[in-house]
Each structure stands twice: as C-alpha cells, then as structure tokens.
Nanobody, 123 residues
Framework: QVQLVESGGGLVQAGGSLRLSCAYS????????AGWFRQAPGKEREFVAT????????YSADSVKGRFTISRDNAKNTVNLQMNSLKPEDTAVYYC????????????????WGQGTQVTVSA
C-alpha cells in the first residue's frame, strides 16, 4: 500500500504564500504520478496540478493562473505545492493523491489520498 501525509496548510492574508508538502511511502507500484486537488464547502473537488515520476507537470490554468508550482523530490519521497499570491478564492481543503504510472487530472483515477490540509486565505 501507499501512505500519504500532508503538511503546510494554514491561515494567510491575501497575497501571501504557503508551501504544501506531501510525504509518501510504500511500494505498490514502481512509478508514481502525484496530484494536488482542492475542495471548498459545497463545491466539487477541483484539479490543481499533477506531476509525473520524471517531473512533467500539468496545471489547471483557469484556477492557478501561474501562481502555483508543483515539484517532487524522489530521493525524499515528497511532492510539494508552492502557492504564491494567494487569493480568498483559493480557500479550500487541499488533497495530495498518487496513482500508478501516468498523470491524470481526474480525481476518480487516483488510488491513494492524503487526509487533506486546510488552506484559508483572508481578504
């Protein structure tokens, strides 16, 4: 199995920054793609970004707009999301997820999920 532990959420002012981290462990498959999703109350879970084992990335341009950067450190088994210029509309629970092999923007195609970390951006 694969376990994921998230950290880095919190309360920030608009325009501030946060760095989310996701530490994963286990050996279900040899290669992993990781994704970040977010969900606000009453809204659908929304794709944010994904990164392949080799470091290829896909962003949700209409929501992220170049403000976020996803990265991974395979030696440390971590996936990160650097969030800059945060806006109140970014407020949500952010989830890290892992799937085998290929990247995906669909939450239903991810096999393992972290517990989520709350990000709150005040006006």
């Amino acid at each position: 199995q694969v376990q994921l532990v998230e950290s880095g959420g919190g309360l920030v002012q608009a325009g501030g920054s946060l760095r989310l981290s996701c530490a994963y462990s286990g050996r279900t498959f040899s290669r992993y793609a990781a994704g970040w999703f977010r969900q606000a109350p009453g809204k659908e879970r929304e794709f944010v970004a994904t990164i392949s084992q080799a470091g290829r990335v896909v962003y949700s341009a209409d929501s992220v707009k170049g403000r976020f950067t996803i990265s991974r450190d395979n030696a440390k088994n971590t996936v990160n999301l650097q969030m800059n210029s945060l806006k109140p509309e970014d407020t949500a629970v952010y989830y890290c997820a892992v799937r085998p092999d290929l990247t995906s923007t669909k939450s239903s195609e991810y096999n393992y999920w972290g517990q989520g970390t709350q990000v709150t951006v005040s006006a």
